[in-house]
């Protein structure tokens, strides 16, 4: 590669980081912040928008709402925040007192976390996810334990051969899964293969396995299926389509939809 191709490379990803960290930023934002002119910055949008990666709005530019590219886990966990606390309360009021479950790394899982750590009780809680586990920091009556295994920093998680070889000796009463999209071929999918791997290995894992999804995951795709839908419980939010809820009830998808109650 050009010395050239490199610096406009290096400019694309300088892009890219300061919309994950800032959301939306005008052009004279990211010229600042990149060190580049107005016009260099318009140039490079256009070739970010082409690849999907970025929205041009009026005036700046925002992470792409469809990208395939998966977020960065802490902008990811603002977006649809009513629809993730509402599915997990519905969650939460599934728990039992001195039983094992599993909570996967999620936006929406992580949700679930926090409503435990203010309603806590005795619970054997394992995870894979570094942001989870931090909820339940000196939280009393939990037994918590953090997987092992390679870091996964889009998603602050755990994955690979290490991680499944550990949940191999281990047995669930519930486990709460998230999904990075639910297609239109009745099946829940990630973006990234290790981690749809080790979901798989949860899934075999468990007594009850529960999806938390919610409604503007479906009708989505991304790149590893992970199960049919079929293979899980169904938690989501009353902003499921009429669509989509006639068609869990056609695939036998046990579904409990979540009240979104006021807006915030």
Same mark, same amino acid.
């Given at each position: 590669?050009?010395?050239?191709?490199?610096?406009?490379?290096?400019?694309?990803?300088?892009?890219?980081?300061?919309?994950?960290?800032?959301?939306?930023?005008?052009?004279?934002? %990211?010229?600042?912040?990149?060190?580049?002119?107005?016009?260099?910055?318009?140039?490079?949008?256009?070739?970010?928008?082409?690849?999907?990666?970025?929205?041009?709005?009026?005036?700046?530019?925002?992470?792409?709402?469809?990208?395939?590219?998966?977020?960065?886990?802490?902008?990811?966990?603002? &977006?649809?925040?009513?629809?993730?606390?509402?599915?997990?309360?519905?969650?939460?009021?599934?728990?039992?007192?001195?039983?094992?479950?599993?909570?996967?790394?999620?936006?929406?899982?992580?949700?679930?976390?926090?409503?435990?750590?203010?309603?806590?009780?005795? %619970?054997?809680?394992?995870?894979?996810?570094?942001?989870?586990?931090?909820?339940?920091?000196?939280?009393?009556?939990?037994?918590?334990?953090?997987?092992?295994?390679? %870091? &996964?920093?889009?998603?602050?998680?755990?994955?690979?051969?290490?991680?499944?070889?550990?949940?191999?000796?281990?047995?669930?009463?519930?486990?709460?899964?998230?999904?990075?999209?639910?297609?239109?071929?009745?099946?829940?999918?990630?973006?990234?293969?290790?981690?749809?791997?080790?979901?798989?290995?949860?899934?075999?894992?468990?007594?009850? &396995?529960?999806?938390?999804?919610?409604?503007?995951?479906?009708?989505?795709?991304?790149?590893?299926?992970?199960?049919?839908?079929?293979?899980?419980?169904?938690?989501?939010?009353?902003? %499921?389509?009429?669509?989509?809820?006639?068609?869990?009830?056609?695939?036998?998808?046990?579904?409990?939809?979540?009240?979104?109650?006021?807006?915030?």
């Amino acid at each position: 590669m050009s010395q050239a191709g490199g610096v406009k490379v290096d400019r694309l990803d300088a892009i890219r980081s300061h919309l994950y960290a800032n959301g939306f930023s005008t052009i004279q934002a %990211l010229a600042d912040a990149i060190g580049a002119s107005l016009a260099t910055v318009r140039r490079d949008l256009q070739v970010l928008e082409r690849e999907g990666a970025i929205d041009r709005v009026h005036g700046g530019a925002r992470i792409a709402e469809g990208s395939s590219v998966e977020l960065a886990f802490q902008e990811r966990a603002k &977006r649809h925040l009513s629809a993730k606390r509402a599915i997990a309360t519905a969650a939460h009021d599934l728990l039992s007192p001195r039983t094992a479950i599993f909570l996967d790394a999620g936006t929406t899982v992580l949700q679930l976390a926090r409503l435990i750590r203010l309603n806590p009780m005795p %619970l054997r809680i394992f995870t894979n996810g570094l942001t989870v586990a931090q909820e339940f920091l000196n939280i009393p009556n939990l037994e918590v334990v953090l997987l092992g295994g390679q %870091l &996964r920093s889009e998603n602050a998680s755990l994955v690979g051969p290490q991680a499944e070889a550990m949940l191999e000796s281990i047995w669930f009463d519930q486990l709460f899964l998230g999904a990075s999209a639910i297609s239109p071929d009745g099946a829940i999918y990630s973006v990234d293969s290790a981690e749809a791997s080790l979901n798989k290995c949860m899934l075999s894992r468990s007594a009850h &396995r529960f999806v938390l999804a919610d409604s503007s995951k479906f009708g989505t795709m991304a790149t590893y299926k992970v199960t049919p839908l079929s293979a899980a419980k169904m938690i989501t939010d009353a902003g %499921l389509s009429a669509h989509w809820r006639s068609e869990l009830v056609n695939l036998g998808v046990e579904t409990t939809i979540a009240d979104l109650g006021a807006p915030e």
